[in-house]
Nanobody, 115 residues
Framework: QVQLVESGGGLVQPGGSLRLSCAASGIIFSIYAMSWYRQAPGKERELVASITSGGDTNYADSVKGRFTISRDNVKDTVDLQMNSLKPEDTAVYYC?????????WGQGTQVTVSS
């Protein structure tokens, strides 16, 4: 049974930081490309950041220079370090794993940026 379990969400003030973590089980983690998506109320789900099995990273323009994605192929985790958070970063953040036709989602974790 494949599971992606996100943690680390919460309420933070503008300018603050949060670190999200996604723990994977039931997959050969090292061969999967891992991504973080987010979905704000009334908006479509969007890609935030991704990291390939080889460690190459990609970021949405809106988060470049503020967010950093990383993976640990020993612990089977993928993290998203979020700095300089803005109110527009408020959303449910989802972990995603992809390998060819295989795609899995976590349940999501809420991030709220508000004073």
């Amino acid at each position: 049974q494949v599971q992606l379990v996100e943690s680390g969400g919460g309420l933070v003030q503008p300018g603050g930081s949060l670190r999200l973590s996604c723990a994977a089980s039931g997959i050969i983690f090292s061969i999967y490309a891992m991504s973080w998506y987010r979905q704000a109320p009334g908006k479509e789900r969007e890609l935030v950041a991704s990291i390939t099995s080889g460690g190459d990273t990609n970021y949405a323009d809106s988060v470049k220079g503020r967010f950093t994605i990383s993976r640990d192929n020993v612990k089977d985790t993928v993290d998203l370090q979020m700095n300089s958070l803005k109110p527009e970063d408020t959303a449910v953040y989802y972990c995603n794993a992809v390998h060819f036709v295989f795609r899995y989602w976590g349940q999501g974790t809420q991030v709220t940026v508000s004073s």
